[in-house]
């Protein structure tokens, strides 16, 4: 228990709250003022509705960091993340070796894989990659160009738009098990 400090003359009171922690700067946001036509703000209203955004400033906030991965897309050298989704048959000849081996050839940049029974033979492979965009764009192709792939897809995004590098560098509460 925290308690006050003593005040002259007066005896120790109650507890004190706990000393504020110093602000990040996630702490700080900064309010500004937009003008918009009425009819842009009924697009933008419904919108926000559509994504069940809770406020539009959320919204705005979604769309600048948007704007900014799309020019960071430029840049072949910036950080990325990217998520590749491919659908096959397992009982296509060596596509399981394959997909293996595209993994694998990209292993620095694979942080995640997973593969999913969709039913008797399709199924769904799920990898997730990280590094610069040209490598991760690459590896994306190639894994999705595997033979024996009957549909594959990517999506890259920027860390950069949210003001982050590539890494793992928050801490983690630890977990007491009981």
Avoid at 78 to 90: K, N
Avoid at 91 to 107: D, E, M, S, Y
Wanted: glycine share 8%.
């Amino acid at each position: 228990m925290v308690r006050r400090p003593r005040r002259e003359g007066r005896p120790e009171a109650g507890p004190v709250p706990a000393p504020e922690r110093p602000k990040r700067k996630d702490d700080y946001v900064v309010r500004l003022g937009i003008s918009l036509e009425p009819d842009l703000l009924v697009l933008l209203d419904r919108w926000v509705r559509e994504r069940n955004s809770p406020s539009r400033s959320d919204a705005i906030r979604f769309l600048v960091r948007k704007e900014l991965a799309d020019i960071d897309s430029l840049d072949p050298n910036a950080d990325a993340i990217g998520t590749v989704m491919v659908l096959y048959r397992h009982t296509t000849p060596n596509v399981l070796r394959r997909l293996i081996a595209a993994q694998h050839q990209w292993g620095r940049h694979v942080r995640f894989a997973t593969h999913v029974h969709l039913n008797g033979e399709e199924c769904l492979e799920v990898v997730v990659l990280a590094g610069k965009r040209s490598e991760v764009r690459a590896a994306a192709e190639d894994i999705r160009g595997v033979k024996g792939v009957l549909q594959g897809d990517y999506l890259i995004g920027a860390p950069g738009a949210i003001g982050e590098a590539i890494g793992h560098h928050h801490r983690h509460r630890s977990v007491k098990g009981g």
